[in-house]
C-alpha cells in the first residue's frame, strides 16, 4: 500500500470503531471498504472481478448451506450446519420462487462433487443468477476450514457504476484485525486495476451506520 501510510490505515479504523462504539446499535455492524475509481469507463474498458480471502473473517454471521451427498449431509447434521441433499433440491421442481427463497436464505453455499454438476439440471439458472453458485467441497477438505474460507472471502466486482463496496470485517474485531483485512482487500483491487493507483479516486472506511472515514 505505497499511498497509504500504517499511521493513516489505523488512524482511519480507529476512527471508525470509534464512532461505533458512541453509538452502540443491536446488530453487528459490518465495516465496509468503499472505492471510488476514476480515468475508467465501464462501457468500454474490461470490467474486472475477483476475489480474495481475508485473514480475519469478515462476516462471522454468515450462513452458509451445504448441497451434499449423504456423505457431506451426515457431517453437516454432525455439525449442526444447514444442508440439503439431491432429493430436497428435487422437491424445489425449478419453481422460480423457491430457488430465489432458497438464495435468499443463505448468504453463499457449498455443493459435493456429485451434486455441483447437476444443479442447473435440479435448480435452473436461479443460484447463478442471485450470484451465489455454489463452491466445490470435496471429501479430501474439512467442511469447517472450507465454510470458514468461504466466510473470509470477498469479491470484487466491477458493475457499470465506478464505485465498489465490499465488507472487510466488523466492529467488535480488534483493529489490528480490521488494519489487515483493509490492507489485504486494498492491495488486491490495487493489484487488480489497469492503471493500478492511477485508477483509484477514493478509499472510505465506515460501518453500516457511521460515518465514513477518508482513507485516501
Known sequence: MSKVTKEMLFECVNGVLAKAKEKPRKFLQTVELQIGLKNYDPQKDKRFSGTVKLKHI???????????DQQHCDEANANNVPCMDAEALKKLNKNKKLVKKLAKKYDAFLASEALIKQIPRLLGPGLNKAGKFPVLLSHQESMSNKIDEVKGTIKFQMKKVLCLCVAVGHVDMPSEELAQNVHMAVNFLVSLLKKHWQNVRSLHVKS???????LY
Open 58 to 68: 469478515p462476516k462471522p454471521k454468515m450462513r452458509v448451506c451445504i448441497l451434499g
Open 208 to 214: 453500516s451506520m457511521g460515518p465514513p472515514q477518508r
